[in-house]
Every structure is written in structure tokens, then in C-alpha cells.
């Protein structure tokens, strides 16, 4: 593997070896000097053209605990505000000499596009609707720690999926690692063409959260995109919770030790309930420390060692 | 065609191992007055074994548990970018921490001297200790580095090209040391 641009780009193995290494890494987030010297001497530019609070974080300060040198590009203040490509940019960049290159773009397949282009290590984080791999991978890791195994455990994955690519990681991600999975969205909001991929990659959908909730060993919720809708999804926001929420009633629906889960950032009383958001079983600031240890496992496998 | 390596040859058996360690731990004792302020820290792999074997052997002379814990080296190695990714293990201090204790570094072959850098590097990193040591179960030569070890086992001259394998019950069935 020389490049993360999806959860395809990994085997279950290589997926465990990762998350080995994370549990180890997590440790380091104990220390008073939490510095790992495995990257001295390596640079790694952070490239956002989209808004990113946790994930940008998460990503700098793993390449800084394990000693890399790690620049922080957005697309706002830098030229591509000016009108130049994303390929024109990139190779700009990758000229100063570059070993790693963490890009999260609007467009599905910029990563992959980006990979061609360049010698540095590519790693996505996050392109559009398509995948957003470090994502799954430490989502999956938090429910492996919870659950002590993902075999034949069941997760729901609720909300928006037309617009995730969160929902598109974790599902081959999940699957991969034995879990069974089912998605539940609004009839508007489940992508089109799910049903010969569900049965291609053994997933279940459904259109109702109630009858799912009870049987879910985990709950993933998903954001509400608001900012990739062009249309009416749903007819309001209260309408939508009442649907499709993880309100205080169906709390009392899920296990009581069943982890809910959300990647952020959380529409409080839309998609989730701030009772569920905050409720004893919830795993959501778990996935942010997670997030800091998978994400230097995954910097550490892919720009340690030699070159492949 | 096959080549044929010869036979390995049998350095240490299993009480050589035995009275080897029982004299490295009355070595620290000796060198350090007493099991006072004393943390073990065993390099993985096959460190960690040894570390919790002296350990014992310290308390039964002494009567008191000495601190025994686990160094993971391998983000600290200077060969990183040299070979394919290795695997981490885990660190572990014990509970009193490394802070003014006397750290004896465990590991079963003493060589080029460069995961002992490594392991006074990492541990730079998680506290200063007042003192550090080394015990090895066998020094083996050649070294790289100018760094030598406070307790031996066993001197093995050997030449660089033989290959010293240690072998411990607890994760290889029996104990032996060898050379080929």
C-alpha cells in the first residue's frame, strides 16, 4: 500500500496491523512529552479545500507528535483562490519536495487523481461524496475497542447517505472486518444505485430506524449535509428528526451499551438528540482520540519505512 | 542449488540461562545496594522475558517486588527508512514511573550497540532517571556505538557474519541459545 485513497486500497490484515500500532500510539497521547521521533526529517502538507476542523487537527497533530514536519494549506489564502488548478497547486507544492500529502477536496476522486500526479505519499482525507478512509478506519477501531470484535456484530449507519462518504468508508470498512451492516436514510437521501451495490458488497438498507435500532450492537449517525443539498430533501428539519432523529424516545429503543457514534461535526436536535449525543453509551469524543491514534498509525505505516 | 548452513550450536542451555540471570541479579543488587529505587525495563521482544525473570529472582533474595516494565524502541530506531515499516509494541512503565529511579535496561543480545541508542533516546523522552544500567543475557561484540553493557551473561566472540539466536520458553517453547 503506497498511497490511502480507500478503504479498497486495505486489507483486513494491514487494517488490524493499523490498529495495533494505533493502540500503541494512544498511549503516547498519555504522556507529558508526547513526541515520537519515527518522521524526523519527513514533510507532510495538510491540503483542505473544504472546511475541516477535526480531521485537519487530527491529521496535524499526528505528523507532529511522530516529528514530521506538517504545513497547512487551505483553499482559502492560498492561490487556488486565485484560479489555479488543483493539479498546477499540487505540483507546486510537490516540487518543494514533499513526502506526504493529505488532501480533502470537494471533487469524489481527487485523491486518486492527485496520486497520479505526484511521488509524495497521498493520503484522503475526505474527497466529496466518494470515500473518507481514515474515517472508517477509526470509526472502526472505536467500535473494535468497545465491542472487543466487529465479527458478527450488527451497525446501523443512519442518516444522510446520498451525501456521505463517510457512509461509503465505513460500510467497506465494516464489512471487511465481518460486521453486518445496515443503512436506514429517507427514501430522498438513500443514493440511487444502492440496491445492486448492498447486494454486491452484503449490506442491508431499510427505510426504518425504529425496527432497526433495537437489533444494532452500534449506531453511527450521520450529518446532515446541508451545505451539499441543492434540493428538498426532507420538508423540514422537524420532520426530519421525527423520522430519522436519534431522539431521547429511541434511545430507549438502542442496547443500553450499544456506542453511538458520529463523525462530526453534530447538528444537536437535528440528526441526533443532545441526550443521545451526550448519553453515558455515546462514543463520540472517544472517536476524536481515536481519530489523533489511527491517524499517526497511518502516517507511521505509509511514510516510515522504506520506499516500496 | 541448496547451501547447506551448519548446524547450530548450542552456547547457553537452559541452566547456563538460569544461573546466567540468578548472577546478573545479584550483580544489580550488589551494584545497587539493595532493590531501592529499582525499575527493570525489558527491550521487546525478548527483553521483556528477562526483565520479569531477574525481577523475580531480586524479589527472592530480597523479599521486595521490584518494578518491572516494557520499552518499545522501534520509533526510535535509526534503521527505520531502511526497511519496511515495522510493527510497534507497546511501552509500559510501571506504576511509580522512571523519574529518580535507577532504569536497568534488559535485553537478550548485546551487537551493534544501536537499540540500546534507541532505547536511551526513548527514554529521554519519558522522564530522567538518576541512573541507567544495562543487562544483557549475551554480549556478542562488534560493536557500532560507544556503548557497553553493566551485567553479562555470557561473552560470545562471534564473527558478524554468524547469526546468535536466543530462544525463551515463554514464547519459543524451550530456553537456548545458539550460534550458526
Not at chain 1, 481519530?291 to 499517526?296: D, E, K, N, P, Q
Request: glycine letters at 8%; charged letters at 25%.
Amino acid at each position: 500500500m503506497k498511497h490511502l485513497l480507500s478503504i479498497n486500497d486495505v486489507s483486513p490484515a494491514q487494517i488490524q496491523e493499523i490498529f495495533e500500532t494505533a493502540a500503541d500510539m494512544h498511549d503516547v497521547q498519555k504522556r507529558e512529552v508526547k513526541k515520537l521521533p519515527a518522521l524526523r526529517g519527513r514533510t507532510v502538507i495538510n491540503m483542505f479545500f473544504e472546511d475541516s476542523t477535526r480531521t485537519r487537527s487530527s491529521f496535524e497533530i499526528a505528523g507532529k507528535w511522530l516529528s514530521a514536519d506538517v504545513i497547512n494549506i487551505s483553499a482559502k489564502g492560498s492561490s487556488a483562490s486565485k484560479g489555479e488548478s488543483l493539479r498546477d497547486t499540487v505540483l507546486t507544492v510537490c516540487a518543494m519536495g514533499v513526502d506526504g500529502l493529505v488532501i480533502r477536496h470537494p471533487a469524489s476522486g481527487a485523491a486518486q487523481q492527485v496520486s497520479e500526479w505526484v511521488d509524495a505519499v497521498v493520503i484522503n482525507a475526505g474527497d466529496g461524496m466518494h470515500e473518507h478512509p481514515t474515517q472508517a478506519l477509526l470509526d472502526a477501531y472505536t467500535l473494535q475497542r468497545r465491542l472487543g470484535t466487529l465479527e458478527g456484530k450488527h451497525v446501523a449507519i443512519i442518516g444522510d447517505l446520498t451525501h456521505s462518504r463517510v457512509f461509503r468508508s465505513n460500510v467497506l470498512c465494516l464489512t471487511k472486518l465481518g460486521a453486518h451492516v445496515t443503512v436506514v436514510a429517507p427514501p430522498t437521501l438513500m443514493p440511487s444505485g444502492i440496491g445492486p451495490w448492498s447486494k454486491e458488497a452484503g449490506f442491508a438498507t431499510s427505510y426504518d430506524i425504529d425496527d432497526v435500532l433495537p437489533d444494532a450492537d452500534a449506531v453511527m449517525m450521520l450529518r446532515v449535509q446541508k451545505e451539499r443539498m441543492s434540493g428538498g430533501y426532507f420538508p423540514s428539519a422537524r420532520e426530519y428528526t421525527v423520522g430519522y432523529g436519534l431522539t431521547r424516545d429511541r434511545l430507549r429503543l438502542l442496547k443500553p451499551d450499544a456506542p453511538i457514534c458520529h463523525p462530526g461535526p453534530m447538528n444537536r436536535g437535528l440528526e441526533i438528540a443532545a441526550d443521545a449525543a451526550d448519553a453515558a453509551q455515546s462514543a463520540v469524543l472517544e472517536q476524536v482520540s481515536s481519530g489523533l491514534a489511527v491517524r499517526m498509525a497511518v502516517l507511521y505505516h505509509l511514510l516510515a519505512g522504506e520506499e516500496s | 542449488m541448496v547451501t547447506h548452513l551448519p548446524d547450530p550450536r548450542i552456547v547457553l542451555d537452559p541452566g547456563d540461562i538460569a544461573r546466567a540471570l540468578t548472577r546478573i541479579a545479584h550483580e544489580i543488587l550488589e551494584r545497587n545496594k539493595g532493590a531501592d529505587d529499582l525499575v527493570l525495563l525489558g527491550l521487546h521482544t525478548r527483553g521483556v522475558p528477562l526483565a520479569h525473570r531477574i525481577a523475580d529472582r531480586i524479589q527472592s533474595v530480597e523479599g521486595a517486588a521490584v518494578a518491572v516494565g516494557e520499552l518499545d524502541v522501534t520509533m526510535y530506531r535509526d534503521d527505520l527508512r531502511k526497511q519496511p515499516t515495522r510493527r510497534a509494541h507497546k511501552t509500559v512503565l510501571p506504576a511509580g514511573g522512571i523519574d529518580d529511579k535507577v532504569v536497568v535496561l534488559v535485553d537478550d543480545v548485546l551487537f551493534s550497540g544501536r537499540t540500546i541508542r534507541a532505547a536511551l533516546d526513548a527514554l529521554a523522552d519519558l522522564g530522567r532517571p538518576s541512573a541507567v544500567r544495562l543487562a544483557v543475557l549475551v554480549d556478542r561484540g562488534h560493536r557500532e556505538l560507544p556503548i557497553r553493557a553493566d551485567h553479562v551473561g555470557k561473552n560470545l566472540p562471534s564473527a558478524r557474519s554468524e547469526r546468535v539466536s536466543v530462544r525463551l520458553s515463554e514464547s519459543d517453547e524451550l530456553d537456548e541459545v545458539t550460534i550458526s
